[in-house]
């Protein structure tokens, strides 16, 4: 079988629109693989690589744009504690595989959301404990906010309002006022939260905490916890999380288990327990809901789950060591 083409970063504004661009209406899994330094793309209807994107540094936190026509990347180089060209936020342009921007996000950025509206973007800094708002039409920074210790996962509610960003030290959610661009409060949460997924209504989050090996779910209209469960008897280390676009299911990579945990939302039991290959961290689900894709970090693979079964459908070969996806629309 052929090998996919690799861009590099720097021949990334010259890559021509070809087979790409006829792809362009097919849902996408973009893969950051954080060993191989690379972007590997899946063609979701064939679950086969098509693409790979070398980026030259470390990628990490990656999503994709409401629209799917983007794909931001986190990047970071070998020196944590200080800002490089190496550090940043890239733009990939899906249709043409082209890296069309890097955007400053301070130095070793890992986790990132993008608002519904698809105007900003607002990142974690982990060095400096604090998270920074970007708007994505002028690459500005709009503001930085201060918050928990080694803030790390990030996500903006469905209609925007609200930012969660989880800080693994200080065990806190700092909870910021997207239209103020202020934190409000700081909800204390299980030991070590890492990510965060709303509910597709807005009302609920919930946040995995690796730790404690638990996944925690919060009213996001009084931004207090609900509900407490444990996962795998704790020793898991949960990591990835998305809710289904039904509402009705949560999933939970957890990254010790080599599992993920199919949670039923209403009652947060666990309604399927699917293995899958060794330390699943980044985990999506696609739009229909019927696949979820998760990024099995020491196995150099994605699985892909079947949703209506709770079954491994699909075991992809990518890059090394990979740390997130994200499907786009």
Not at 68 to 76: M, N
Not at 315 to 322: L, S, Y
Request: charged share 20%.
């Amino acid at each position: 079988m052929p090998r996919p083409p690799i861009v590099t970063l720097a021949a990334a504004l010259l890559f021509p629109a070809t087979v790409a661009a006829q792809q362009a209406r097919v849902p996408l899994a973009f893969v950051s693989n954080e060993g191989s330094r690379d972007i590997s793309v899946i063609n979701t209807a064939t679950n086969r690589v098509v693409a790979r994107i070398a980026v030259g540094v470390r990628p990490r936190g990656i999503q994709a744009s409401p629209d799917g026509r983007r794909v931001y990347v986190a990047l970071s180089d070998e020196h944590p504690n200080a800002t490089s060209r190496g550090d940043g936020i890239a733009v990939i342009d899906v249709a043409t595989r082209r890296v069309i921007a890097l955007y400053d996000a301070g130095s070793d950025p890992e986790q990132f959301a993008v608002t519904p509206d698809g105007a900003r973007l607002f990142a974690s800094n982990e060095d400096a404990g604090t998270a920074s708002a970007t708007d994505l039409r002028t690459g500005r920074m709009l503001g930085t906010m201060v918050v928990g210790i080694e803030p790390e996962g990030v996500a903006v509610s469905p209609d925007g309002r609200w930012v969660y960003v989880t800080a693994e030290t200080s065990n806190t959610i700092s909870v910021i006022d997207a239209r103020a661009n202020r934190v409000v409060t700081n909800v204390l949460a299980d030991l070590r939260p890492r990510a965060t997924a709303f509910s597709p209504d807005g009302r609920r989050a919930y946040v995995t905490n690796e730790v404690s090996g638990s996944l925690i779910e919060i009213d996001t209209r009084t931004h207090q916890p609900l509900r407490s469960v444990v996962l795998e008897r704790g020793e898991g280390k949960p990591v990835g999380v998305v809710a289904s676009p039904d509402g009705a299911r949560v999933y939970v990579a957890n990254g010790a288990a080599s599992v993920v945990s199919v949670l039923d939302a209403r009652t947060l039991r666990q309604v399927a327990r699917v293995p899958v290959g060794r330390r699943p961290w980044g985990i999506a689900i696609t739009r229909d809901g019927r696949r979820v894709y998760t990024a099995c970090g020491l196995a150099n693979e994605v699985h892909v789950i079947d949703t209506a079964t709770n079954r491994v459908v699909a075991r992809i070969p990518v890059g090394t060591r990979p740390w997130g996806v994200a499907i786009t629309r």
